[in-house]
């Protein structure tokens, strides 16, 4: 362990530099276009008349090699970004996890009294109590086979064999991550290759890098729908490299709560029966307008 941390602290120290160096070409191969581009611009049109007569070929002659010099550096730049593209399949990164609790109605959440759960002749837990409110963080611990797990999965409204009474709030929304992750895919591309529709839900900064993962297995029979705010259908149809069907949708603030509407806009590609595959998806609580783009 102590051998891995050392050498991702080498190799992002590494990455660091090679940032500032692919900074510092960029930065060049701009001035150097913008130079090429003055010189070019002064060969057009009349020689002033205190200019010698070759001035034009020799502006001509002067922009070609700043042009030369300017595609050398991009060449390097390009070769530097392959390089970190490199550098960064071999860095572990610690992602941060962010737990966002949707607003609701009443403080207490879920309540559970004098629960017992037995599997056939086992009991696993007996005379157990819980109750959860709004904010709290709570954490179940005990040695393997207590119970834990059919606890977490009695809240979320599983089917778990058990007596006493379960009390959950009306309306109130679970997310839940298994233990078993064995149908999780790896990547976004396996993720898109076994879905037959795609919702793009990241950032609209992070669309372009998904969207690369997902176009070499994306076909035309599977359906893009995109939530991500300033990112049209033309460019979502321009990533996914072929004739797409994509969907466009914007909901408001107030879906989070269940009483909200969604804005939809779909692409030419997009038939009656793939509306209302969409349309059957969405919450009942939910309004949605059809409008252009």
Not at 179 to 196: H, I, P
Not at 251 to 263: D, I, L, S
Request: charged share 30%; net charge positive.
């Amino acid at each position: 362990m102590e051998n891995r941390e050392r050498q991702d602290a080498f190799e992002q120290r590494k990455n660091e530099k090679l940032l500032r160096e692919i900074a510092r070409l960029q930065d060049t191969a701009r001035e150097k276009t913008q130079w090429a581009g003055r010189a070019e611009a002064r060969k057009i049109g009349s020689a002033p008349a205190d200019r010698p007569d070759n001035y034009r070929s020799y502006q001509g002659a002067k922009a070609e090699r700043a042009m030369a010099r300017a595609k050398a550096i991009e060449k390097r730049r390009e070769a530097a970004l392959e390089e970190k593209k490199l550098l960064l399949k071999n860095l572990e990164r610690r992602e941060e996890l962010k737990l966002v609790q949707l607003p609701f109605y009443t403080e207490r959440l879920a309540e559970l009294r004098n629960i017992r759960i037995a599997y056939g002749a086992r009991t696993v837990c007996d005379s157990f109590g819980l109750s959860v409110r709004a904010g709290e963080r709570i954490a179940l611990q005990g040695p393997n086979g207590c119970g834990k797990s059919s606890i977490l999965h009695l809240l979320c409204g599983m089917d778990v064999p058990h007596g006493g009474e379960v009390r959950r709030g009306s309306g109130l929304r679970i997310s839940f991550v298994g233990q078993n992750t064995s149908g999780l895919c790896g990547s976004a591309a396996e993720l898109a290759k076994a879905c037959d529709i795609i919702i793009i839900g990241v950032k609209p900064d992070t669309v372009a890098s998904v969207m690369e993962q997902i176009a070499p297995v994306y076909t035309p029979d599977k359906i893009i729908i995109s939530m991500a705010a300033g990112i049209s259908i033309r460019a979502i149809e321009d990533m996914a490299g072929v004739s797409a069907k994509v969907i466009r949708i914007m909901p408001n603030t107030p879906v989070m709560v269940g009483e909200g509407m969604t804005a939809i806009f779909v692409n030419d590609n997009i038939t009656e029966e793939d509306k209302q595959t969409v349309y059957d998806m969405k919450d009942e609580d939910w309004v949605i307008i059809n409008i252009g783009e």
